[in-house]
T-cell receptor, first 115, second 114 residues
Framework: KQEVTQIPAALSVPEGENLVLNCSFT??????LQWFRQDPGKGLTSLLL?????REQTSGRLNASLDKSSGRSTLYIAASQPGDSATYLC??????????????FGQGTILTVHP | KAGVTQTPRYLIKTRGQQVTLSCSPI?????VSWYQQTPGQGLQFLFE???????NKGNFPGRFSGRQFSNSRSEMNVSTLELGDSALYLC?????????????FGQGTRLTVV
């Protein structure tokens, strides 16, 4: 059974800091890993998708890396802003015949960036 | 390009009633997945449909069901509602279905059972 853990559970930083969110998964046989953000009471916004054959993906101030062998991914946010405040979720799809549509999520990291 | 649309956004139902939630995927997307999000359990997979066929199902009781129409729109139904069914229900669409393509989520339907 695939389990996804995110550390830390919550993070509060001053504006302008660079920060790292961590995601680990127990089964390294994954197709891909996706990072999302969720604002309170809202849906999920896709941030980055990393295919299993890739090591990292970048979008603006965001950079996500993937180390399948160790079962880890990190999301790096550069020069954080108050608008980055949200819950960040990572999700994986396991390499299995029953994987269709099934993302397995971590519990998320609640990020607060204060001015 | 319109995103994933879920209706209604909010629902209040009484225990024992049934409810139907709707999800319209991004135009051209053929796969729709449904998730339940609660504070205690986080995001849990309900089921996935691709071209009107259910390809995968999570560990939920038979009271939870779904279907997909020829235009890829999907509905999920919950019968005999229980207090524990109160949650945010999210649907996600993808072009060819996971695992190969990116998932895009709607804003969710907040269901409250009283």
């Amino acid at each position: 059974k695939q389990e996804v853990t995110q550390i830390p559970a919550a993070l509060s930083v001053p504006e302008g800091e660079n920060l790292v969110l961590n995601c680990s998964f127990t089964d390294s046989a994954i197709y891909n890993l996706q990072w999302f953000r969720q604002d309170p009471g809202k849906g999920l916004t896709s941030l980055l998708l990393i295919q299993s054959s890739q090591r990292e993906q970048t979008s603006g101030r965001l950079n996500a890396s993937l180390d399948k062998s160790s079962g880890r991914s990190t999301l790096y946010i550069a020069a954080s802003q108050p608008g980055d405040s949200a819950t960040y979720l990572c999700a994986v799809i396991r390499q299995s015949g029953t994987s269709y549509g099934k993302l397995t999520f971590g519990q998320g990291t609640i990020l607060t960036v204060h001015p | 390009k319109a995103g994933v649309t879920q209706t209604p956004r909010y629902l209040i139902k009484t225990r024992g009633q049934q409810v139907t939630l709707s999800c319209s995927p991004i135009s051209g997307h053929r796969s729709v997945s449904w998730y339940q999000q609660t504070p205690g359990q986080g995001l849990q997979f309900l089921f996935e449909y691709f071209s009107e066929t259910q390809r995968n199902k999570g560990n939920f009781p038979g009271r939870f069901s779904g279907r997909q129409f020829s235009n890829s729109r999907s509905e999920m139904n919950v019968s005999t509602l229980e207090l524990g069914d109160s949650a945010l229900y999210l649907c996600a669409s993808s072009l060819q279905g996971l695992p190969n393509t990116e998932a895009f989520f709607g804003q969710g339907t907040r269901l409250t059972v009283v």
